[in-house]
C-alpha cells in the first residue's frame, strides 16, 4: 500500500521567514513525489514533481529515500505563498495503473 | 484555459435523489480521476479511467458510479445521495499513467 503523511494540518510563518512543509512517504517501490498547491477556493495546481528538480516559485523539494521524505522549502516566504500545500506519490497499490495517493494537506498561511 | 472543466459548479440536492457530474477535457487524456476533498482527509480517489470504457475503484467508491463512453467525458453518478456525500469533487487528466495531474476547478455539492 502506499500513503503519504503530512504531520502539519497548519504552518504559521512570517514574511521573510524560512518555511518546510513535512511529508513523509511509504511505498514498496521506486516513488514518483509531487506537491501540489491550492490557493484559496481554486484548482489544484501542480508546483513540483521530484525527477525534475526544478524550483518553482522559489520552492524546492529533495527526495530523500533514506528517511522517505520529500519536504518542501522556501528560504524566504511571501505572503503569496499562502495556500493549502499537499503531498503526493504516484505509485501502483495492486494492479497494473499508477495512482496518485494524496496526503491531508498543509495549511501555509504567511503573516505580515 | 487548464482544457478541463466540470459541470456543475455548484449543486444542490436532497437525499436519496441520483446526481451526475461531468468532466470534460479537450487534451485527448488516456487516464482521468474523480476525487474528493474533505477538510482533515486531503483528496481521496473515488474511481478513475484508464481508457474509453475502462474504469476502476478507488478508495472511497461506494455509493459511486463512473461511465465514460467518450475519450473526453467521464460522468460521475451518485446513485443516492447521502448527506455523507456532501464535499467538493474534483476531476483530474494525466497523459500518462505516472505523469503529473491537471484539475479541474471543482464541483461543490451539498446533500440536503
Known amino acids: 500500500a502506499q500513503r503519504v503523511t503530512q504531520p502539519e494540518k497548519l504552518l504559521s510563518v512570517f514574511k521573510g521567514a524560512p518555511v518546510e512543509l513535512k511529508c513523509n512517504y511509504s511505498?514498496?517501490?521506486?516513488?514518483?513525489l509531487f506537491w501540489y498547491v491550492q490557493y484559496s477556493r481554486q484548482r489544484l495546481q501542480l508546483l513540483l514533481r521530484?525527477?525534475s528538480r526544478e524550483s518553482i516559485k522559489g520552492f524546492t523539494a529533495d527526495l530523500n529515500k533514506g528517511e522517505t521524505s520529500f519536504h518542501l522549502k522556501k528560504p524566504f516566504a511571501q505572503e503569496e505563498d499562502s495556500a493549502m500545500y499537499y503531498c503526493?506519490?504516484?505509485?501502483?497499490?495492486?494492479?497494473?495503473?499508477?495512482?496518485?495517493?494524496f496526503g491531508k494537506g498543509t495549511l501555509l498561511t504567511v503573516n505580515p | 484555459d487548464a482544457g478541463i472543466t466540470q459541470s456543475p459548479r455548484h449543486k444542490v440536492t436532497e437525499t436519496g435523489t441520483p446526481v451526475t457530474l461531468r468532466c470534460h477535457q479537450t487534451?485527448?487524456?488516456?487516464?482521468m480521476y474523480w476525487y474528493r476533498q474533505d477538510p482533515g482527509h486531503g483528496l481521496r480517489l473515488i474511481h478513475y479511467?484508464?481508457?474509453?470504457?475502462?474504469?476502476d475503484k478507488g478508495e472511497v467508491s461506494d455509493g459511486y458510479s463512473v461511465s465514460r463512453s467518450k475519450t473526453e467525458d467521464f460522468l460521475l453518478t451518485l446513485e443516492s445521495a447521502t448527506s455523507s456525500q456532501t464535499s467538493v469533487y474534483f476531476c483530474a487528466i494525466s497523459e500518462s499513467s505516472g505523469a503529473g495531474y491537471t484539475f479541474g476547478s471543482g464541483t461543490r455539492l451539498t446533500v440536503v
Open positions: 487534451e485527448n487524456h488516456r487516464y
Open positions: 503526493a506519490l504516484s505509485g501502483r497499490s495492486g494492479g497494473s495503473n499508477y495512482k496518485l495517493t
Open positions: 511505498y514498496s517501490g521506486s516513488p514518483e
Open positions: 521530484h525527477i
Open positions: 479511467s484508464y481508457g474509453v470504457k475502462d474504469t
